[in-house]
Structure formats: C-alpha cells, structure tokens
C-alpha cells in the first residue's frame, strides 16, 4: 500500500497502548459548528448523488450498499465558508486507479469504502486537494489486520480519520485513513474496539470526549474514534429507521457527521453521530427542552418580512389542539372584509356534537364578533364548531339549508392553502372538543412554520388590509386590547424588565417601551392519553429611530410540545411561556438597546 506525503517528516517510534488510543480531534466537516447547509440520502444512484453536488454540496460520509446496481447512503455539507474545498467521488475504482486520480489532482482521501465485485476489492472515496491548510502528510490501508492499522497508527505518529471494519470468507479486515498528527493537524484523540453502548459511554466520560466516527461490529459491540469534546453539543444513536433518524437529529438542531447503516429484517437501520447545528438562540432554547420533556418539540420566531432569528422542527406536523383555531378566525374575518362588513349572524347550536345540521327547525344566532371572541380569548369549541359549520352552509330549497361540518373545514383549510399560502400539512380535520389525536386518525395537525407565515401575512398586510388587521387582532388575546389577561404577558413584561436593566435602559423608556409593545396570540392543548400544548402569534417591538421617534419591529413566534407526559421547564395547561420568552428574549433586547442613550 502507498503512503502519501505533503510535508517531510520523520517517524518516531511510540510504544502502543494496550486499549489502542491516542489521542484525535476531527477537522472540517466533522468539527465545525457554524450552522451550514447539509444533507442525507440513502439507497440512491451516482446519478442522485451527482445531482446533490451540482447544487453545491460536498460529500463527505459515503456508504456502499450494493454494488449492482452501485447504491449508496451518503451525507453532505454546503460547500462554502469553512467547509469550502476542492473536492471528487470516486467508486468501482482498482488501487492503480485511485492512485492515478489522487496524483493527477495532488488529492487526499477523507473516507474510504471498499466493496467486493467478483471477489476482488474495489475502492471508493470522498477526496479533497492536499493543499494550503489542507496539506497534511497522510496514509491509508485496507483488507489489514487490526494489529497492523495499530502499528501504522504509531509509526506514523498519526491519528485516525476514517476507520471501516467489514468481514472477507469469515475474516474480519479493517481499512483506515489517517493523518501526521502534528503541526495545525494535531489534536488529542482515542479510539476503541469491541466496544459496547455503556463502555463507549464510559469511554465519553472518561476523556470528556464525542465520537467522530463509528463502525458496528456485532450487534451489540462498536469500534468508536474520539475527540475533545470541546463543549461541543454531540450525540450517537443506534440502528434507527430513516423516520426515526431524521426525528433525532431535527429534534437536536443537529446535522450528521457519521452514519453507518445495514438492513435488519427488511428495513435499513442507521447508527448515526450528529454535531450541533444551531444558532445562539437555538442553542438556548434546545438546551432547555431537549433534557426536560419526553414530548417532541419545536419553536420558531421570525422577523415580519426579514430573516428566520430561530427554528426547530418547525416544518413538523404536530396537534395543535386550539392553537389552529386561528384558521377560522382568520377565514371568518377575510371573508368580511370581502363582504365589507364588521359583524355577521351565524346560527348558534350551543351542544354542537354531530357535524351536520338542517333548519328548520333553526336553532337561533349570534353575532359572528361574540363567537370569535369567545373562541379566540375563551377557546370555547362550541363556538369553533359553529363557524366551522358556518362556512359549510348549503341552502337546499325554500326555507332549508342544510350545515356541514366537514364541508366547512374543507373550505376554511382552501383559504388557509389557496389564499394564505399554508402547507397541507395544516388542516383542520376533526371538531374541536370532540377528542384528540388518540380518537381521530387523520387528526388536526399543524406546523410552526405555517402558523409564522399566517401571523406574517396578516402582520405584512397581505392578507388582510390595516383596518380589518386591526379587527383580528381585537378578537384575540391581544397585549394592548380588551383581552390582556394572560400569563404569557407577564412573562414578556418579565423579559422586558430583565433585559432593561441589562441594558441600563432607564424607568421612563422601559414603560415607553411596554406602552408600544403589542403581541396577539392563540395558544391550545389537550390532555388525553398523551398531552399536547403550542402557541403561535405575533409581536410587535418598539425601536427608537434616529430622529427620536418610535418605530416597530414585527416578529411572529410559535411553540409545541407534542405527545408528552412530562415537562421541566413551566409548560402551564395551555401555553408555553417560559419558553417563548426566551424565544423572544433576544428579539426584545435588540429593540430595547434602542433606547438607550
């Protein structure tokens, strides 16, 4: 096997330990923790791979998974800032082949694959240039005994890159790339064999360590390479299926450095290690979640026509209980402002149980603005039910019309999707107050990122003009109207005064500041066989302007916790406070710097 060298060196001799560790930290795509663009694939062609590097992604983790036709699972980073290299894929590649490319482009291998076709080995790899920051002498070896590797690894003074262990005619062979452990390359680094979960977990704690690479060896031990963990959020999981693993690592805010996979009784399971991947804010945020609840999660805020501040699984289809009642809220009142009117009669059945209606005999009305009301402020379903059944109204003859339920949420879900501009993963599916998600499949479901576009779009004035914004807000929880009572608006007050007096922010300015500050929200739940709580709405942030006087900066926010039995972190019954809080936490502060001298 060739070695391959970008600097001169010389070899000192090290005596190996007996557990097989030195020391590693990984480099690039496997260490860097800047939020970037990424992206997994599995079972797929060269074609479909080619085609992820067309739009500027590099490839950087590569399985083989069958070899006729070639399949392969692979994981890319955005090539750009620091991930940005000159980089090639090669497969179905002899050594002389891969030797000849590597020289002709002065490149280096990241990660190895050997595959056996007609009983002879055939190589792939990810590569890059061996130049600028990038040069490193390094080396790399396949079909070798475990004790071999180990003897490069100390004849070389190198650490380990890549490490694949695989099994030839009952024999286990390993391969590995690694590189001159020195200079810019050099860090601590460990690794281990014929590791189970709880040792590999030991390992972690002992060295303060993450994992940077992992191979399966059996199916209850691993081989494992690590690395400082610098603080650095990182987590491992074994053999999920691909719902279970794009779950996991949406859940952490978190993109994949490592995955191995393998098929277990018909379906491919993945071992996966995944690297933070978030901002500050959503740092913060997971970091107070993720330990504290067995539910799923997610939160989103974003500036009204500006840039996203944070975001977790907020393209995630969750329950959202009342929180999706501002979908008739908002139908109900577009369609008065195209009717050119404030109020409207609605028929009023006060035990609305079943979804469908006939008059005669008809059962009274009520005004549609009390009926918004009390199901935006008080969250009454009864209410919500009859403009569903409202917007479901079918006249049939002479003094009969007949009310659909389900035609009515049909309709409210065309405004949301035609008009508004949602996903269908948001709909109205079901009756408010007539059961859950454990009674109805499909059940109502919703995502953040929706309900931001919703609360953006009236806030915008895309939707609704500014008198008839005007009138969807007053029909809601609003911080400035009728209906402020509410604790998520003490926890922004709170957040306010906290980050005033941070700011040196002084008592006139904090109250001129909370005196134009106006939010709007709808917040739900459900306590069945699992709980369900999210929020969604809109805020309005003060801003002092250059020539003294007072702007606004609009922001739309949402929260879930989904499916829980527990949480730590003050989810009240209906409402996630503490948490949009600090959601907003940053927002408010930037608009209250504004005010200081």
């Known amino acids: 096997m060739r070695v391959h060298s970008a600097l001169v060196f010389w070899t000192v001799s090290i005596a190996a330990p007996s557990v097989l560790g030195f020391a590693v930290t990984a480099r690039g795509e496997r260490s860097h923790t800047d939020p970037t663009g990424w992206y997994w694939q599995y079972e797929v062609s060269e074609a479909t791979v080619n085609d992820r590097a067309d739009l500027g992604y590099r490839l950087f983790d590569l399985e083989i998974e069958q070899t006729a036709p070639y399949r392969f699972t692979t994981v ?8 940005a290299k000159d980089w090639w894929w090669r497969f179905d590649q002899t050594e002389a082949q891969i030797e000849q490319f590597m020289s002709d482009n002065n490149a280096r291998i990241l990660d190895l694959e050997v595959a056996r076709v007609n009983g002879q080995p055939r190589l792939a790899a990810t590569m890059i240039r061996n130049a600028g920051s990038d040069a490193v002498g390094w080396w790399y070896y396949y079909d070798r005994s475990l004790s071999f590797i180990d003897s490069q690894v100390v004849a070389h003074d190198a650490r380990i890159i890549d490490l694949d262990s695989y099994v030839v005619d009952g024999v286990r062979l ?55 963990s610098e603080d650095k959020f990182s987590q491992y999981n074994f053999s999920l299926d691909a719902q279970q693993l794009t779950d996991f690592y949406r859940q952490r805010g978190s993109r994949i450095i490592d995955l191995e996979s393998r098929v277990v009784d018909g379906v491919r399971r993945f071992d996966v290690v995944v690297l933070d991947n978030t901002n500050s804010v959503e740092r913060r945020l997971r970091d107070i979640m993720l330990p504290a609840t067995d539910g799923a ?27 999706i009642k501002v979908l008739e809220h ?38 549609l603005s009390t009926m918004q009301v009390q199901m935006m402020v008080n969250s009454d379903n009864s209410r919500t039910n009859n403009i569903q059944n409202a917007f479901g109204r079918v006249p049939i003859g002479t003094g009969i019309v007949q009310f659909f339920g389900a035609l009515g949420r049909d309709r409210i879900n065309h405004h949301a999707w035609d008009t508004v501009g949602l996903s269908t993963a948001t709909a109205l599916r079901h009756k408010l107050g007539a059961g859950g998600p454990d009674v109805f499949d499909p059940a109502n479901s919703a995502t953040l990122a929706d309900l931001g576009l919703l609360y953006e779009r009236v806030a915008s004035g895309a939707i609704l003009n500014a008198s008839y914004r005007q009138l969807f807000y007053s029909r809601m929880l609003n911080y400035q109207g009728p209906y402020g009572n ?19 922010v002084s008592a006139a300015n904090q109250q001129l500041f909370l005196d134009n500050l106006n939010m709007a929200f709808k917040a739900g739940s459900l306590d069945v066989n699992l709980k369900y709580a999210s929020n969604a709405g809109w805020i309005s942030l003060p ?29 009240s019954s209906s409402n996630t406070p503490q948490v949009t809080g600090e959601l907003l936490r940053d927002s408010i502060g930037s608009a209250l710097q504004t005010f200081v001298p």
Do not use: C
Request: aromatic share 14%; net charge negative.
């Open 76 to 83: 890319f980073v955005a090539n750009s800032g620091v991930h």
């Open 174 to 228: 390993w391969s590995a790339v690694m590189v001159h452990n020195a200079g810019t390359h050099y860090s601590d680094w460990w690794w281990y064999v014929n590791q189970s979960p709880a040792q590999i977990f030991q390992k972690l704690l002992l060295h303060h360590a993450r994992i940077v690479d992992l191979e399966r060896l059996t199916s209850t031990t691993f081989a494992v390479v690590l690395a400082p």
């Open 297 to 323: 999660f997610g939160f989103y805020s974003k500036r009204v026509g500006g840039p996203v501040v944070a975001r977790l699984n907020d393209t995630r289809s969750f329950y959202p209980a009342s929180t």
């Open 330 to 367: 908002l139908a109900a009142t577009d369609t008065l402002e195209r009717l050119n009117r404030t109020d409207a009669s609605v028929p009023r059945w006060p035990d609305d149980e079943v979804d469908y209606h006939q008059t005669p005999p008809y059962p009274g009305s009520e005004p």
């Open 486 to 504: 509410h604790s998520l608006f003490g926890v922004v007050t709170g957040v306010v005064q906290e980050e005033a007096a941070s700011r040196g």
């Open 543 to 571: 801003v002092r302007l250059g020539n003294g006087s007072i702007g606004a900066r609009g922001y739309v926010f949402g929260t879930f916790v989904d499916g829980y039995t527990f949480v730590n972190f003050g989810l």
